[in-house]
């Protein structure tokens, strides 16, 4: 059979029917052990928290759509982030863009410089300013693209360029994107990571994380930590990334075409002062975007002509964009980044990147366009 494509790969691999019984879809291993024949002599597990059939073909489909060859999946995006920091020891550096989710700001700032890591935030769309920040120590560098909540796009092929002459470990946040839409391991990225719980399970009803890489001696060492740190998920979450990752191509295209259609209202009205969009070509980084991805994803960032109680009121108007943290579901979602999912980031910092009180974030669901629309012509009525 010829190389399977996207969607074939993510109703097919790692699936295969059950050979017991013949059950189509993958059944969920909900057990904790497995029992040997004799010491050390079993049928390839041992115990769940070191590997789970159903876990195994979940793990085996995101490496298949990633185009990696291992695949490790978490109990949450902020345990396989640690799993890969693991990867650092005290007194390693790592450049880090400057527009990130504000739990990986946190777990930087709070949680790994106390264990010696030191961390620069730089604005990574100027590739140059990667050459400002190394250090003698420098390890790793760290990407988001799109960027949270600023939706920045960041040159990966000039940073894995940067990381291999410098002998750097590059990590791409694919989360926004998904492998759908941008596949960072085939523009020279050492390592992707995801939180699971966001477009790729795509239904708001599980909290889960992976990482994806080509490396083994990578591979070797965050397995080791997988197993013994323990951050692993349940059998059952992994069931519904599962089905989720089963329509991500027909989720991704919805949520793409609804998410151009809400960028174009937003940027003709006239009580909005900025619309971010990769898909827009205002974006200032339009033309990456056509070169590195295949699609525009489905956030929307945008810029009220108002102060904080304005986007308060125009944030409690809204019925069908529902306000709450997380994205990537199939309903749409509004944050307030300075309050909501950025508020670990101090209130300088916040005004210097631009994350202002009247920046909303909009997860663009894939509901009908024109509902959408009209609940976001209802609100700004309020503003």
């Known amino acids: 059979m010829s190389q399977m494509k996207f969607e074939t790969k993510a109703i097919h691999i790692g699936q295969e029917p059950d050979k017991t019984t013949g059950a189509i879809i993958v059944p969920i291993y909900q057990t904790s052990t497995y029992v040997q024949e004799s010491p050390g002599k079993h049928k390839g597990y ?36 640690s799993v890969v920091m693991n990867l650092l020891k005290a007194g390693d550096h790592v450049i880090s863009c400057d527009d990130l989710y504000g739990g990986t700001y946190r777990i ?127 059998p059952f979450d992994c069931f519904l990334v599962l089905r989720g990752l089963k329509t991500l191509s027909l989720r991704m295209r919805e949520h793409e075409d609804n998410a151009i259609q809400v960028a174009n209202f937003l940027s003709a009205h006239k009580k909005v002062k900025r619309v971010i969009f990769p898909g827009l070509k205002s974006h200032p980084d339009y033309k990456l975007v056509q070169k590195q991805m295949n699609g525009f994803g489905g956030i929307v960032s945008f810029e009220l002509r108002s102060n904080l109680a304005g986007a308060k009121r125009f944030l409690r108007k809204l019925k069908l964009f529902s306000l709450a943290e997380s ?38 669901g894939i509901e009908n366009k024109e509902d959408l629309l009209e609940d976001l012509r209802r609100a700004l009525s309020f503003v």
């Open 327 to 364: 994205l990537g579901g199939v309903e749409s979602l509004a944050d307030h980044p300075g309050i909501m999912t950025h508020s670990s980031i101090p209130p300088a910092l916040r005004r210097k990147l631009g994350i202002s009180d009247s920046l909303i974030r909009l997860s663009v």
């Open 46 to 81: 041992e115990y769940s928290r070191t590997a789970n059939p159903t876990r195994l073909a979940l793990e085996k489909c995101l490496a298949s759509l990633e185009e990696a060859r291992f695949g490790l999946a978490f109990s949450s995006g902020m345990a396989a982030i």
């Open 108 to 234: 930087f700032e709070k949680v790994y410089k106390d264990y010696g890591l030191e961390f620069s935030y730089v604005d990574l769309t100027s590739p140059e300013n990667l050459s400002k920040a190394l250090r003698k120590n420098s390890k790793m560098v760290w990407v988001e693209t799109p960027t949270n909540p600023l939706l920045k796009v960041i040159d990966l092929k000039k940073v894995s360029e940067f990381a291999k002459k410098h002998n750097l470990i590059s990590v791409v946040d694919n989360t926004f994107a998904t492998p759908y839409f941008q596949k960072p391991l085939s523009l020279g990225i050492d390592i992707v990571v995801h939180s699971s719980t966001k477009y790729l399970g795509g239904h708001s009803d599980l909290v889960g994380g992976a990482i994806l890489t080509s490396n083994q001696a990578y591979y070797d060492r965050m397995k080791f930590c997988q197993n013994a740190v323990g951050g692993v998920p349940g």
